[in-house]
């Protein structure tokens, strides 16, 4: 079985392979002043919790935007295996075209999701990822990289809110019913979550203006996708564990590389 880890600002998603189907899925959260030994032990007692003996684990597959810890946990997911991780840096055969200005800045976290939505989903396509940040990502009818963009994720901006507002209150992220918000909560929550929503629908129009095409699929992940797609009025497909499938196709691309 196959360890995927998506390093994140906020958590660490893991998810466990079984060939195609996904045996596991859990989220720790990013804690930078941690060992690798440390990250070990919590992902060894999480898998055994989930009844994944970590000798049934063959392979590591990871992805990072935190480079102080992707060192760190390639080590952990080293012990688990007995393998040395797959860790995605420049250089590593996606099979993911990225005819961009800069190929080498493109986020490891975007090309996995890149490459697990081409090969899942109608072409053209868009792709949001709502977590730390929202992410937009384009991909062209060939399955290309075309660019995307980046904006404050819903936590980062109510988390802005209250710190930079006095008067603010420091609130949890929730949906409201309504996009007029009639007390200081609810104002702030319809703020973030409807301007999102708004977000997503306005920059999807403008992309496809930009593409010369209308997207044929429009897919959204990330751990704040679930409260912010119901108040889209485009149609968003959920994939939760987009980049951890990214992560999965890339692995075994490396093994018919070197085969």
């Given amino acids: 079985m196959l360890l995927t880890l998506d390093i994140g600002n906020t958590h660490i998603t893991l998810g466990v392979w079984d060939g195609k189907k996904l045996r596991l899925s859990a989220r720790l959260a990013t804690q930078r002043e941690r060992t690798s030994d440390q990250y070990a032990v919590e992902l060894e007692v999480m898998l055994l919790h989930r009844d994944v003996p970590p000798k049934s684990l063959s392979g590591a597959a990871i ?56 090969e899942r989903f109608p072409l053209p396509c868009l792709v949001t990822d709502l977590g730390t940040a929202t992410k937009l990502i384009v991909l062209d009818e060939h399955g290309a990289f075309r660019g995307c963009a980046i904006a404050p994720g819903v936590r980062i901006s109510l988390d802005a809110l209250s710190a930079k507002a006095s008067q603010l209150p420091t609130i949890s992220f929730s949906a409201v019913g309504r996009s007029i918000g009639t007390n200081t909560t609810d104002c702030m929550t319809s703020g973030v979550v409807y301007g999102t929503a708004a977000m997503l629908d306005g920059m999807t129009e403008r992309m496809e203006t930009e593409l010369g095409v209308p997207f044929a699929s429009l897919v959204a992940t990330g751990g704040l996708a679930g409260g912010i797609l119901p108040h889209c009025r485009r149609t968003f497909s959920h994939a939760p564990d987009l980049v951890l499938d990214g992560l999965r196709r890339i692995y075994g691309k490396q093994a018919i590389v070197g085969a």
Avoid: F
Wanted: aromatic share 0%.
């Fill in 63 to 118: 992805s990072s935007v935190v480079p102080e810890l992707t060192g760190t946990l390639a080590q952990a997911a080293e012990q688990l295996t007995g393998t040395k991780a797959l860790v995605l840096i420049p250089g590593v055969k996606t099979g993911l075209a990225l005819p961009v200005d800069n190929p080498a800045q493109v986020g490891a976290d975007i090309v996995a999701a890149s490459v697990s939505a081409r």
